[in-house]
């Protein structure tokens, strides 16, 4: 069982669609992101949540919705997304979302909107 | 604001050494983290260092720090074709910052 689960692996969505991004971790970690990787652009941080509760929505438009139901899980939801939404979404977790523990990565989900 | 950058591709004959560097912004830096993202695949952290050590050694990985240069560099001894994959730099402060990624093309 690998530390950062994310399903599915690829979603193909039409821009009407609604869908969910499902990220689970096993290693005990309080704080979980998601991340955005678009070609040729850095990682974009999308959402920090630390012990359940969101610390940090860096300027995400509104059809993106995320949801923290315990420190384990966590849900992207997508809806009336465009073409340019397209990419990898990487979900991570750390111990804590402040001093020196590093990210674990899940391997993503690869986002097509036709 | 912060920033962390590295250049975008890297060519390395296989059984040589790849060195790939890292410049960051941010002064105040306490980790430096080295990722691995091989096709299809998440980022898998590869080795960190603390920001008042200069240097750390794991098997063939060597990271070495200057602060005063704010560089880090990654250097892979006896690269292999497994090694092919894109390498991220990322700084912590208050949060991580990540470079663009260095993508490490091995060549027979």
């Known amino acids: 069982e690998t530390g950062v689960t994310q399903t599915p692996r690829h979603l193909v969505m039409g821009m009407t669609n609604k869908k969910s991004l499902k990220c689970e971790q096993h290693?005990?970690?309080?704080?979980m992101y998601w991340y955005k990787q678009s070609a040729k652009k850095p990682l974009e941080l999308m959402f920090v949540?630390?012990?359940?509760?969101?610390?940090e929505n860096n300027s995400v438009p509104s059809r993106f919705s995320p949801e923290c139901p315990n420190s384990s899980h966590l849900f992207l939801h997508l809806h009336t997304l465009q073409p340019e939404d397209s990419a990898l979404y990487l979900c991570?977790?750390?111990?804590?979302?402040?001093?020196?523990?590093?990210?674990?990565f899940g391997n993503g989900t690869r986002l097509t909107v036709t | 604001g912060e920033d962390v950058e590295q250049s975008l591709f890297l060519s390395v004959r296989e059984g040589d050494s790849s060195v790939i560097n890292c410049t960051y912004t941010d002064s105040s830096s306490t980790y430096l983290y080295w990722y691995k993202q091989e096709p299809g695949a998440g980022l898998q952290l590869l080795t960190y260092i603390f920001s008042n050590m200069d240097m750390k050694q794991d098997q063939r990985l060597t990271v070495l720090l200057n602060k005063k240069d704010k560089h880090l560099s990654l250097r892979i001894a006896d690269t292999q074709t497994g090694d092919s994959a894109i390498y991220f730099c990322a700084e912590r402060d208050d949060k991580i910052i990540f470079g663009k990624g260095t993508r490490l093309h091995i060549l027979p």
């Open positions: 991570a977790s750390s111990q804590d979302e402040g001093g020196v523990s590093p990210l674990h």
């Open positions: 949540y630390n012990f359940k509760e969101q610390t």
């Open positions: 290693l005990g970690h309080n704080a």
